[in-house]
């Protein structure tokens, strides 16, 4: 079985968006008030916008399920006020729900958090449940900089955070660290924010010691850990001058990354300096690129073929594919017999 | 010839701090008002800074010349204005100057610029005309991030940088791309500004067409390239979606990374996906990780080892170690001939 931990409903019909758009409109009246919405999707649109997208590529790759969750980029924790997030959270987590319904052998849902700048994040915790308890989603998506690029949050470390986590330890669900949209002008939002955010939320758990209050918190950062596996030498040696213990001891018993790095070299490097107990194979399609590789006939994304050329021992490979992911959502295994 | 592109005088005598002190505690008082520094600070002590210290290390490792600029962390160009910033970096360059002057044979001088957030930049003009024509300086390290984190300026490809380029090119000088200090508590300096700085940058220079308007300008991105080698495929994928050219037409010509990668397969992959043609050796010592590998006994910023020891011919090694730095920077082979 192999295993995709992080893709994105990147695809959703246009009613979402014209909801969103609605919603965004309604921010410069200022008797507005955001309403929920009554979502006008059939199931026919749900499935147009899945089968010949990421069901399409699953069966052409080979893949088997994908954890599933809203568009990272939609997620925009920096439009609006809590309210709005909120209501925009609930709609989004409510498809992600329809389309593991749908397709239950395909996906396992992942919520989107209705996180809002300066806003304490306990305000998350109604929803995490809904959608743990009454949706069967296995995870979460944390954005450790909801101001969309000038990260005006505390870092992860910071007990500011710490309701979400206690919350996160009592459901057993993992939180992929994964920022949204850029609204700063400087920093393009795949190609910086999103990378920048892993590497940050890396470095902010160097200097912490946030696992030993919790011990039993597991987060995914992805894109390949951001920077951190390429300057992995920079990192344990800040460590070391931090006076942290080796990072196999520090962070590796509770961060994992995943291998959304679309060539072959940056994957060799991953596969080489980061355990293979910590990494979880992924490709974020439909994602943030998109195009065929001139270079090798094939998408970028389609990362199942650097995993399999790169050198490892097929125990390795599995754990990759398939182990850690049950490892790491302890819920998925429920999920997949529910189905 | 070993030329290490990327050193920094981190190790400056403590009058310079208590200067700087001084116009940091003078900022609380509305009356006061930036003086230029009389700097106290004999030849001994500048000797007694730089022999046990980068001297050394060079002599050790065995590399012959340093191209060398002031702490990048204390630029700090986030505090006081343009006048305070403007005071400290001539007292800054003329200390590098003092150094290239004592040591001619093993230092070269590079300059910061007295940036200030959302100031014009042909503010910097004037001090680095002077530090070229006067100091014999060869490149400047420019701050894509004078806000410290916040990344408030707009894109290096805008036109707001642009006086900054024409008077690059007219000089025929680089400038390494270098972050200063982050005063965002959500963004550790050295292990997350200043990589995600490379990778901001090098992402704003993909998604704009810079060199098309300055064919002749170079920039240095140091680190490595933040996380640009690591995620090649990432950004040539990301450039062909925004319908750029092929990253060597697009970027190639005018874009260098330093070996500032602390483990030897993060080197590996630098060598293996940037063409040699485009690296510059570099440690950046005195710097950011100044430990002692436990893997391997040596320095993690000992990075002539890793270059030695990556897959690389002896025709590209030595573009690394020497003939790429005489490329970019035109006035270096002047520099060494005059001293």
Sequence with gaps: MIIDCHGHYTTAPKALLAYRDAQIAGLKDPSWRPARAALAIGDDQIRASIEGA???LQRERGTDLTIFSPRAAGMGHHIGDATVSQYWSEICNDLIHRVCTL?????????????SPGV???????ELERCVKELGFIGLNLNPDPSGG?????????RWWYPVYEKMVELDVPAMI????????????????????DTTAFMQLIAGDLFKDFPALKFIIPHGGGAAPYHWGRYRGLAQMLKKPLLGEHLLKNVYFDT???????????????????ILFASEMVGAVTGVDPETGFNYDDTKRYI????????????IFEMNAFKVFPRLKAALDRR
Aim: with cysteine; hydrophobic share 35%; net charge neutral.
């Design 260 to 278: 959304c790095v679309y060539h072959q070299p940056g994957i060799d490097l991953l596969t080489k300096v980061v355990p293979a107990d910590n």
């Design 178 to 197: 994964h920022v949204s949209h850029s609204c700063n002008p400087a920093v393009h939002f795949t190609g910086a924010h999103y990378i920048n955010g």
């Design 120 to 126: 304490d994040p306990r305000n998350c915790i109604p």
């Design 150 to 158: 000038y990260w005006k949050e505390p870092p992860l470390t910071d």
């Design 54 to 56: 990421q069901l399409k």
């Design 308 to 319: 399999e050329a790169a050198a490892l021992s097929a125990a390795d490979r599995t754990k």
């Design 103 to 115: 397709y239950p052998r395909n996906f396992v849902g992942v919520c989107q958090l209705p996180q």
